[in-house]
Structure formats: structure tokens, C-alpha cells
Nanobody, 114 residues
Framework: QGHLVESGGGSVQAGGSLMLSCDAS????????MNWFRQAPGKEREYVARISFTTGAINYVDSVRGRFTISRDNAKNTVYLQMNSLKPEYTAVYYC???????WGQGTQVTVSS
């Protein structure tokens, strides 16, 4: 099936920005959509954003709409999550996963300090 590799996390202050990348080049099965998720300490993993590879439709969880932008670079088989105006409550490990889903990667840590 191949796997997905997340990168781009880091530590920033509130109000800062980060851009996460999800490299899907190792994924051999056709992908119909890519999703970003996050898991904060002590909490369940939650959905953040989605981009459809068939329609181009984009969707965000309400808490990040207007702050996050999901995009895709077909040539690089990479999906990005541009995160602006970051808040401390966005601190989490961020993961990507596809439709159809594959095994979870290691994620990338995002830490936002107040």
C-alpha cells in the first residue's frame, strides 16, 4: 500500500505560522482524497481538513476554518496544510491519511506557546 510521511512541524508562538507536508509518493494505491488529523495530549485523534483528488472539494473542521489552508502539489505527490494564526490549543501531533486509508505514520509535532 505504501505509506505517508508527515513533516514541517515545530514550535511557534501563538499567532505564528507553520506549513505541514504530507508526502504520498510512497503510496502505490490510487488516492481519492487526503485528510489531515491531529491528536492533542490525552485526547482522541480528530479530523482537521480534507481535499478531494477527484472533485477538488475542500473541507475544514470549524475550529480551523479561516486559519488553515489545505492544498496539493500533483507533481510532488504532496499535500500541504498551511496553518496561520496558530493558537496554543492547536498543539498536537498532526497526521495525514488518505481515502482509501493506509497505516498511520509517525505524524509531526506542532507546539504553540502562549
Amino acid at each position: 500500500q505504501g505509506h505517508l510521511v508527515e513533516s514541517g512541524g515545530g514550535s511557534v508562538q501563538a499567532g505564528g505560522s507553520l506549513m505541514l507536508s504530507c508526502d504520498a509518493s510512497g503510496r502505490t494505491e490510487r488516492i481519492y482524497a487526503m485528510n489531515w488529523f491531529r491528536q492533542a495530549p490525552g485526547k482522541e485523534r480528530e479530523y482537521v481538513a480534507r481535499i478531494s483528488f477527484t472533485t477538488g472539494a475542500i473541507n475544514y473542521v470549524d475550529s480551523v476554518r479561516g486559519r488553515f489552508t489545505i492544498s496539493r502539489d500533483n507533481a510532488k505527490n504532496t499535500v500541504y496544510l498551511q496553518m496561520n494564526s496558530l493558537k496554543p490549543e492547536y498543539t498536537a501531533v498532526y497526521y495525514c491519511n488518505s481515502n482509501p486509508p493506509t497505516s498511520w505514520g509517525q505524524g509531526t509535532q506542532v507546539t504553540v506557546s502562549s
